[in-house]
């Protein structure tokens, strides 16, 4: 800009030259002292324009960012909906088994399990979950026998419960939850894995240490004759020795049912009874002190698993011990996974409490011994295919002494699992 106007007023003065002969010296000062304030004055007016120019892409760049911040405040504001907050899980089962049991006919029947899951997550460490599941009220079964002409089946409470993390490795929970004791490989000799436990319990852990302490109301009525509440506690201790993970748990269980009618179906599971003015009542406490342990390492580039259970109920003089002894190779965790198991049980009549022990094993409960094999293969990470096959189970050592032994119990079951 400066250069056009140096060259525009050299222009008019050359060519006005006869006319600038008449100019006063004077006069010129003066001319180019006007000149002089001109040109400051059109330099002021492009350094302004510069800066306007500067502010105006500086304008830009902050609407441009502005924009950006809005749509992030916008993104973060859709995704911090109530469905973050919310989580749906569960499972589904089919299963075809069949059960032959001396003197009796063979028996085939189809079954389903369904088990929704709602899990809320609230502020300061805490979640709150709810659950369903198929079942006539069974504690250590949801399965569905189908049938009855089509008939429509019963849905079940199977979950109700509140968990909070106070502070670091550790929790409280109350309600009704899944069972929060260490099982290896989770077996089921005193813990079917459908038993949920209802009252509270705490834990805490850390990279080499757990431990677990569990209330457990059988009946909170006071009204009720056999209002009882079994507790227990349970320690133990996670290593990695030489490629191997080894853990071990010791715990001490309290079910004190001596004198008490039954809790369900007026069933005992194999415990042993006695009768008290015309009603059978349990004939002894559970008093159970368990040790159990399971190796976990590879071979052929698959898990290999060595795993065992020993317990001991200190109130009965007999028919008081029970222990498991098992072997697993894989583990069905997805697409072309699979795994076989075998193991072997022996759980006398009053070394648990029947009640909540293995459904399926002997026909349920306690007082029965043999073999377990099992495998699976998973189709995709949500499906998987099973069979489980109980083979010479001896059922009811202790029950059927006087008539002629226990019974031959054998069950095979096909499963096709789907989980979401």
């Known amino acids: 800009m400066k250069k056009f106007l140096a060259v525009a007023v050299a222009a008019a003065l050359a060519g ?14 003066e001319l180019k002292a006007q000149f002089a304030a001109m040109a400051q004055r059109l330099s002021a007016l492009e350094a302004e324009n510069n800066q306007l120019r500067e502010q105006s ?27 973050d907050n919310i989580k749906l899980k569960g499972d589904f089962r089919y299963r075809y088994e069949e059960i032959d049991v001396d003197g009796a006919q063979t028996r085939d029947r189809n079954r389903i399990r369904a088990r929704p899951e709602i ?31 089509n008939s429509s089946k019963q849905i079940n409470l199977d979950l109700a419960y509140a968990r909070w993390l106070p502070i670091e490795n550790t929790y409280v929970e109350a309600g009704k939850f899944k069972n929060p004791l260490f099982t290896p490989q989770k077996t089921a ?35 009720a004759s056999n209002d009882e509440v079994a507790w227990g506690l349970q320690g133990g201790v996670t290593f990695d020795i030489a490629g191997a993970n080894l853990v071990a748990a010791a715990g001490y269980f309290d079910i004190p049912v001596k004198g008490n009618e039954s809790y369900y179906d007026d069933g005992f599971f194999g415990n042993s009874v006695v009768v008290e003015n015309g009603v059978d009542v349990y004939e002894y406490d559970y008093e159970l002190l368990e040790l159990s342990a ?7 580039e698959q898990p290999l698993s060595i795993y065992g259970d020993y317990v001991q109920n200190q109130d009965p003089d007999e028919y008081d011990t029970g222990w498991m002894a098992g072997i697993m190779l894989g583990k069905v965790s997805g697409e072309g996974t699979w795994q076989l198991a075998y193991e072997y049980q022996d759980l006398e009549a009053d070394a648990a409490f029947g009640l909540v022990s293995d ?55 096909i499963d096709t699992n789907f989980k979401y």
């Open 16 to 29: 006005s030259g006869p006319a600038f002969a008449n100019v006063s010296e004077a006069e010129f000062d």
């Open 57 to 83: 892409n500086a304008t830009v760049t902050q609407l441009e960012g502005t924009r950006e911040d809005l749509a992030l405040v916008k993104k973060q504001d859709s995704g911090s909906s109530w469905t």
């Open 119 to 149: 899990i809320a997550t609230l502020p300061d460490d805490v979640t709150v979950g709810f659950g369903l599941a198929t079942g006539n009220g069974d504690p250590v079964s949801s399965n569905q026998t189908l049938g009855a002409g």
């Open 189 to 223: 000799m005193l813990w079917d894995g459908d038993w949920r436990p209802e009252g509270f319990n705490a834990g805490w852990n850390s990279e080499h240490f757990f431990a677990t302490g569990l209330v457990d109301w059988l009946e909170s009525d006071s009204r």
């Open 294 to 300: 399971q190796l976990v390492m590879s071979l052929f």
């Open 359 to 413: 459904s399926d094993f002997a026909g349920g409960g306690t007082d029965g011994k043999g073999s377990k094999l099992s495998g699976g293969y998973g189709i995709n990470k949500q499906w998987s295919l099973a069979f489980t096959w109980y083979i010479d189970n001896k059922a009811g050592e202790k029950t059927f002494k006087d008539e002629g032994g226990a019974l031959e119990y054998n069950r095979f079951m």
